[in-house]
């Protein structure tokens, strides 16, 4: 039976997990765990990517991963070989350290994350290795605890979601992180082959669409083009509900109406078929910058207010140079 194709999208977030061949272990001593550490943090420099949580299992482990420009598999594909070179090197063996493939599934970020982040650092809980996750040296929960001063995982974007004062949002994080402890497991979170998107229904037809209609290696030329949305319209509309002109809005900037203002165009563009892709070429972000930005203004469009408002106004401009041309 063929294996069914990875799922890769840009900005994607992904729980992955991989297993020791025949769930033996893979890691014996700080050595090994070490060297994996090492390892990963080498290939986010090379092959960049966003880290939010870890765990190294005696005999698996756990990333939770948002895909930048390059793919999960070339990221994985060079960690797992790397490793197995060590491990086949120091304990004088042959043949696979892992069992097959490793495992991923593509999750929807706003109504996920934080649970994934959780579910990770509790592993060693759930397993007794420890009493509680804070006394496991080898997973990501100490850096956002402060007890960790690695740069290995990106805390704060998990962290914003707790509260704006980072010592305020690490005692939320924290009691978050324990109430979980009384759970039992979500294997919705468990990566499979058969399993391989975990969102709303809206969000799993959405990657289905996009990921069957946007080659993962699209040229620069059909990035920048979008048939059914003018974009120099999208600039105009945007600048004239807002009250701003394009370089207010354009790139990284902290003003909160011209963070209002990107956020309203990249939900209006998403809305009329732009990929993340080719907003990031109209707002001056990263394409996984432009993912997240679409994300957090998802929610905020759940209950009327400013954002929603400066959304109709664009898609009224918008109509209106359409109805125009």
Sequence with gaps: MPRKPRIEVEGGLYHVLT????????????????KLLT????????????LY?????????????ERRED?????????LTGYSQHHNRRYRKVGHVFHGRYKSILCQTDRYMAELVRYIHLNPVRAKLVAAPEDYRYSGHRVYLGLDRSELVDVNPMLRHFGARKTQARERYVAFVRAGKGLDEERK????????????DEFVDAMIHRIGEVPMKASRANRTG?????????????????????????GVTKKRGAVMAKEALIL????????????????????????????????????????SRLVRRIEQYLDECSNKS
């Excluded at 890691?27 to 070490?34: G, S």
Aim: glycine residues 8%; positive net charge; proline residues 2%.
């Design 19 to 34: 297993r020791g061949n025949n769930r033996q272990r893979i890691f014996y001593d700080d050595e090994d765990y070490l």
């Design 39 to 50: 390892m990963l943090a080498r290939q986010k420099q090379r092959l960049p990517f966003y």
């Design 53 to 65: 949580a870890y765990c190294l299992m005696p005999n698996h482990l756990h990333l939770l991963i």
């Design 71 to 79: 793919a999960i598999s070339a990221v994985m594909r060079r960690l």
């Design 189 to 200: 979170f468990y990566p499979s082959e058969e399993s391989r998107l975990l969102g709303s």
């Design 226 to 250: 979008v048939q059914d949305l003018n974009l120099d319209a999208l600039i105009w509309a945007t600048a004239k509900a807002s009250g701003m002109c394009r370089d207010d809005f354009y």
């Design 268 to 307: 209006a563009g998403r809305q009329r078929g732009a990929s993340c892709a080719v907003l990031s070429d109209v707002t001056g972000l990263a394409s996984s910058g432009v993912c997240r930005r679409y994300e957090a203004g998802r929610m905020k469009m759940r209950e009327e207010g400013e954002l």
